[in-house]
């Protein structure tokens, strides 16, 4: 089993719509949890950490879940400039940072 | 401000030679991490170095190896090339361990083994 799971997608969905992802992790002992957004041969870059009380970045809203080890991002009023792949990186005790498959998602007009 | 930078971008080498990839950090950061990222792939941890020291590494075997220098720069190393080392290998830099802040990426360097 992996230690940080996502579901690749894609994911394709028209603009306005509201869209989210999961991720599970399997070491319960991890301390942080971020998402980033990876564009076509770019490099991913920070989108936002994520709180177990819950953080919201204009209409991007990250929540931790510890007792179920998933972490989610919802995109509210998806834009066609959403349109990437989206990492969940969970940083362990141990310094290893480990970072999911990516969920790819298309906004379509 | 500046990124992080990352030398060369593109790089082609034989099966057996040896590689060293370079990265300068983000003004202000003291931690650098280096990841393997397959087409297609999330980004692998390979190591990472806080203030000259490795404190971290993935299930890479030792044949990558790194340092950090005093001005907080790294080197990645691997040596014996295999063809299943070409990849985007991405450098990234962060305050402290990077637990906190998380890290910001170089725009990596492409290495093709033949």
């Known amino acids: 089993r992996k230690e940080v799971e996502q579901d690749p997608g894609p994911f394709n969905v028209p603009e306005g719509a509201t869209v989210a992802f999961n991720c599970t992790y399997s070491?319960?002992?991890?301390?942080?949890f971020f998402w980033y957004r990876q564009d076509c041969r770019k490099e991913p870059k920070l989108l936002m950490s994520?709180?177990?009380s819950g953080n919201e970045d204009g209409r991007f809203t990250a929540q931790l879940n510890r007792a179920s080890q998933y972490i989610s991002l919802l995109i509210r009023d998806s834009k066609l400039s959403d349109s990437a792949t989206y990492l969940c990186?969970?940083?362990?005790?141990?310094?290893?940072?480990?970072f999911g498959s990516g969920t790819r998602l298309s906004i379509r007009p | 401000e500046t990124g992080v930078t990352q030398s060369p971008t593109h790089l082609i080498k034989t099966r057996g030679q040896q590689v060293t990839l370079r990265c300068s950090s983000q003004s202000g950061h003291n931690t650098v991490s280096w990841y393997q990222q397959a087409l297609g792939q999330g980004p692998q941890f390979i190591f990472q170095?806080?203030?000259?020291?490795?404190?971290g590494r993935g299930n890479f075997p030792p044949r990558f190896s790194g340092l950090q220098f005093p001005n907080y720069s790294s080197e990645l190393n691997v040596n014996a090339l295999e063809l299943d080392d070409s990849a985007l290998y991405l450098c990234?830099?962060?305050?402290?361990?990077?637990?906190?802040?998380?890290?910001?990426f170089g725009s990596g360097t492409r290495l093709t083994v033949v």
């Open positions: 070491n319960s002992a991890s301390q942080s």
């Open positions: 990186v969970v940083y362990s005790s141990a310094s290893k940072i480990i």
């Open positions: 170095y806080y203030r000259e020291e490795e404190n």
């Open positions: 990234a830099s962060s305050q402290q361990s990077g637990a906190n802040y998380g890290y910001t």
């Open positions: 994520v709180y177990s």
